[in-house]
């Protein structure tokens, strides 16, 4: 069963990015992305097994019910074809990430239900136009920590790098504004579940304008601002965050506190940083998987391999809450678990800096560069976390999109879901005013 | 205190828990309206208080030879029991689309102050007040600090978008703070936009500012040109006092001002009673700002007018009454900055106050002058004065001693720059208006360090507030912000249970060179004080909370 596919390798010295901009590919690998390549870079053709099938489009419509603009269940005709839980692990080891590993020893009620793998992913016409462009045009600069002349799409579909395919991550498929509710629950070691906070949050993708260009473009890659709903005591809380590919200054956050009435620019919001949003649970760059800059690590392209890695978990993101829960995880019976190619690469701390977790290894999906799972190892080398990420189809962007994040404290026994969707109607909306992403924005809002 | 009152705390402990265990699961209620965009939410958050003196009055704080209106609350409690209180904060939004309403209450009931006796001797003293013997609380006492209900905010408030712009409005009784201060508002353009609750400040060392300050009733609006530019301004149709700590309480400095003073005794032996009140203006407090952005950097630019809110105590020489004093027409100009300097936001104020009263808290005035007013024809000095603030709030990620950790921390200065008005008294019988004891510049600083544990317990989080304030240097001829030499010190335990109980215990420690405030020094004429006149009021406090 050992049958890791590793497609690219290269050694760790070709991926210490160098001070100068790295080239982009030439015109004639670029012309990939029309051929063997889908046009977001994935490999087109399925597995030799046949179960990875070859991409067809993606998912551009679906049918049935839907919580907001997202649809329920995209495939309820799929049933799944495999139950892996702690007594046939051992059967399936190469196919499992560590961390899922760790979960299915650690608990043995928990269980993967594997489902036919489905190419979802997908993007506007004009994405693909970009990421065309991108291939010959978008190159990183700053040592990796920055990129230049990058707009609308993938900056490197075919990545080269382990700090391209982290560029592709952050700047991966969203549409140009969404707004959603959303609810971070902490499940501590002895099973009880708790709210730690309700939002409402509005992002924004500067990044995907239709109307703009690598030439106009801030840099700013998302705006996000989100308000707190509950506990009734964080009530009116917001806080506002503008990320941008600014090497020196990648983060701008504002915070209005309700308890001061006042609204201040916020320090550290990222990295290692406790979460206070979700009571600590987590660190903030566990969000949504991961968010943030990446000049923490240095980043290194370990291969490709095919991962059975949570996909399509529309239906896990639009249950009730109360089923969207096991004990200690997501509810196994709602979690769809689907074998795609994933990057692999890994985070080991860049020297002088500073991290919790001095080192990391994220699997990304092939097809949409959303994070699928990430494992994060303490300075023993000792795994001590893992991630959790069920990316959903929404087909109407079209795209493979990413919220929700489960992170497990293996060491701690906790369990912080972040950003859950549940019971929240997530929607694509027209743009906002960039105004609106503001510290005085929010002051000038803010009733409590 | 006595013992009926212990066991009272007992009964009010346990009713205060049965209270909110007995209450229901829901958290804040939310209104299903079947139309999402109109959303409507009540919460209400129950809290119960206790406080206990830890060290019994100090004759030199209390009872000087000099100052005989410094005792009323020091001696009415011995050690023990200070507050034994619930305390109902209700608050109500509702939101249509870009419109909406909130009104909001608080209530509360402290046992402490509704009782008929307290530890003041009967006998022996000079009356504290006129109307109510020694030994108990004036019926204004008993009321504010006992038994009160009242509305906070109440107010309306709409946008609209004008393209790219969007224009807010807001109307009604609301907070309004402009400028980048923290702890130490009172020193800052924060000051201009309104008053605070100091009871509140001082008797739930949790509450948050919301609780604390004082809405008024004003109009302002912004107006969001860009994402780097924006206007804002206000109109206030209040005018409304700090809230001192009534007299006769716990924490009242002063026998003679807060709710219920109606006696000065003068150093004649003869008592001075209150006449009315100097009040500020119901119209003309007005302020604006610009905010703007450049690079990573936050600027703003203040101006206002306001009245002040911290009164000066007048002894009018001529009819024998004393009289609180609120200036009228105190204007400011200021600037300020915000940034993150590594992981820390920094951000710093500064402003210039014109017209401002040179009679620090903790001064007394006497006045020969029977036209005296609080406007052009003054009994105190006034002068022109140098605010700056600098604060920072960093956020520490885990190690080997916590979890999580954040400090808050603020320095603020004054500074005297010119006397432009300074009424001269009766050599060897008045003193001048302006004290000869301050000194140009004032330092101080304040800061809370708190590290968290997250689970340290399944669903249980800890905090451990630690809080210092520090009078760095100087005395003050505008604010003292913190005694000179002297300070608090606070280490507290707050606990969250399951996101949805709150419960914190804080012990709080004062400092530095005990004196009342204010006292009559016989060598320099003046009566301002800037020693420290809570030096034997440290105190323990105990507070669960839970919001429904």
């Known amino acids: ?448 | 205190m006595n013992r009926p009152l212990e066991r009272a705390t007992r009964v009010s402990l346990v009713t205060a828990a049965i209270l909110l265990a007995l209450a229901p699961p829901a958290r804040a209620v939310n209104f299903d309206t079947g139309d999402s965009d109109l959303k409507l939410r009540w919460d209400n958050t129950l809290k119960y208080g206790a406080a206990w003196r830890l060290k019994e009055a100090d004759a030199s704080v209390a009872t000087p030879a000099t100052q005989p209106n410094v005792d009323a609350g020091d001696m009415a409690f011995g050690k023990g029991l200070i507050n034994n209180r619930v305390d109902l904060l209700s608050e109500f939004d509702a939101r249509y689309q870009a419109f909406g309403a909130r009104v909001s209450g608080a209530a509360w009931y402290d046992h402490v102050y509704r009782q008929d006796h307290n530890d003041y001797p009967a006998a022996g003293h000079p009356p504290n007040a006129l109307g109510t013997p020694n030994g108990q609380f004036t019926p204004a006492t008993r009321k504010l600090m006992g038994r009160k209900a009242e509305f906070s905010d109440a107010f309306v408030y709409g946008g609209v978008d004008l393209g790219n712009r969007k224009l807010t409005v807001r109307a009604g009784r609301h907070t309004l703070l402009f400028g980048e201060t923290l702890f130490l508002g009172a020193n800052g353009i924060a000051y201009a936009q309104g008053p605070v609750d100091l009871i509140k400040a001082y008797s739930q060392p949790t509450a948050q500012f919301k609780e604390i300050a004082l809405p008024v009733n004003q109009v302002s609006t912004t107006l969001q040109v860009s994402p780097a530019l924006s206007f804002s301004g206000y109109y206030q149709l209040e005018w409304r006092s700090l809230r001192l700590p009534a007299t006769g309480s716990y924490f009242s400095p002063a026998d003679f001002v807060g709710d219920g003073a109606d006696v000065l005794l003068l150093p004649t032996g003869a008592a001075a009673p209150r006449s009315a009140d100097r009040k500020g203006r119901k119209g003309g407090q007005f302020g604006a700002q610009v905010r703007f952005k450049a690079g990573d950097v936050d600027y703003g630019l203040y101006a206002a007018q306001f009245d002040e809110k911290a009164p000066v105590p007048v002894v009018d020489g001529t009819t024998g009454t004393y009289a609180l004093y609120y200036q009228r027409k105190v204007k400011t100009f200021g600037a300020s900055l915000s940034t993150v300097v590594g992981e820390t936001n920094v951000a710093a104020e500064a402003s210039i106050r014109r017209g401002t009263p040179l009679a620090p808290l903790g001064d007394l005035i006497i006045t020969v002058n029977p036209s005296a007013d609080n406007d052009g024809n003054t009994p105190y000095a006034l002068g022109n004065t140098f605010h700056a603030n600098l604060s920072a709030i960093s956020v520490f990620a885990a190690n080997g001693l916590w979890d999580g950790a954040s400090l808050v921390a603020e320095t603020a200065y004054n500074r005297l720059l010119k006397v432009t008005r300074a009424p001269t008294g009766i050599p060897g019988a008045v003193p001048d208006a302006l004290n000869t004891t301050h000194s140009r510049d004032h330092l101080a600083a304040r800061l809370v360090f708190q590290p968290e544990y997250f689970q340290v317990l399944p669903s249980l989080d800890l905090q451990v507030p630690i809080g210092l304030g520090v009078g760095i240097y100087g005395r003050s001829a505008v604010f003292q912000l913190v005694p000179e030499k002297g300070g608090d010190l606070s280490i507290g335990l707050n606990v969250e249970y399951q996101k949805l109980w709150k419960a914190g215990l804080q012990y709080t420690h004062y400092y530095g060179r005990g004196g009342p405030a204010p006292s009559l020094d016989p060598a320099t004429s003046t009566n301002a004080s800037y020693r420290q006149y809570y030096k034997d009021r440290d105190f323990l406090s105990l507070s669960v909370q839970r919001t429904f």
């Open chain 1, 1 to 448: 069963m050992q049958r890791k596919t590793f497609l690219l390798g290269f050694t760790a010295a070709a991926l210490l990015a160098t001070g100068a901009a790295q080239a982009a590919v030439s015109a004639d690998e670029a012309a990939q992305l029309k051929t063997t390549l889908t046009p977001l870079g994935a490999e087109r053709a399925g597995n030799k097994d046949g179960t990875i099938p070859a991409w067809d489009g993606g998912l551009k419509a679906a049918a049935g019910a839907r919580m907001g603009d997202l649809p329920v269940n995209p495939y309820p005709a799929d049933k799944p074809t495999l139950k892996i839980d702690a007594k046939n692990l051992a059967q399936h080891t190469a196919r499992l990430s560590e961390g899922t590993q760790a979960l299915l020893k650690k608990y043995p009620d928990f269980y993967v239900n594997v489902y036919p793998t489905r190419r979802s992913a997908a993007a506007p016409a004009y994405v693909y136009d970009n990421t065309l462009k991108n291939a010959t045009r978008c190159k990183t600069k700053d040592a990796g920590m920055s990129v230049e002349g990058c707009f609308g799409g993938v900056p490197f579909p075919i990545p080269k790098d382990g700090t391209e395919v982290m560029w592709n991550y952050l700047l991966r498929v969203e549409p140009e504004s969404a707004n959603y509710g959303f609810r971070n629950l902490v499940i501590s070691a002895d099973g009880v579940r708790a709210l730690a906070t309700r939002n409402d949050i509005w992002w924004q993708y500067p990044y995907f304008y239709k109307d703009g260009s690598a030439e106009t473009w801030s840099g700013e890659y998302f705006l996000e601002r989100f308000n707190a709903t509950e506990p009734p005591y964080k009530a009116g809380e917001s806080l506002v965050i503008r990320d941008s590919i600014d090497a020196k200054n990648p983060r701008q956050a504002w915070q209005y506190l309700v308890g001061q009435r006042r609204v201040r620019r916020a320090p550290t919001v990222g990295y290692d940083t406790p979460d206070f949003v979700a009571s600590g649970a987590n660190y903030f760059d566990e969000v949504q998987g991961f968010l943030g800059h990446l000049d923490r690590y240095t980043w290194k392209l370990v291969g490709k391999q095919e991962l059975l890695i949570p996909y399509n978990s529309n239906v896990l993101v639009t249950s009730k809450v109360d089923e969207a829960f096991g004990k200690h995880f997501l509810n196994p019976e709602k979690m769809r678990w689907e074998l795609h190619r994933v990057w692999v690469v890994e985070a080991t701390l860049a020297p002088g800096k500073r991290h919790a977790v001095p080192k990391r290894r994220f699997y990304l999906d092939e097809d949409s560069w959303t994070l699928a799972l990430m494992d994060g190892y303490d300075a023993e080398g000792k795994l001590w976390r893992t991630s959790q990420v069920p990316s959903f189809a929404m087909p109407s962007v079209p795209a493979v999109l990413q919220k929700p994040a489960a992170v497990f404290n293996l060491q701690a026994g906790t369990l912080s879901a972040v950003q859950m969707l549940n019971d929240e109607p997530f929607k694509v909306t027209p743009r906002k005013a960039e105004s609106f992403f503001t510290g005085d924005a929010v002051a000038a809002d803010a009733a409590r």
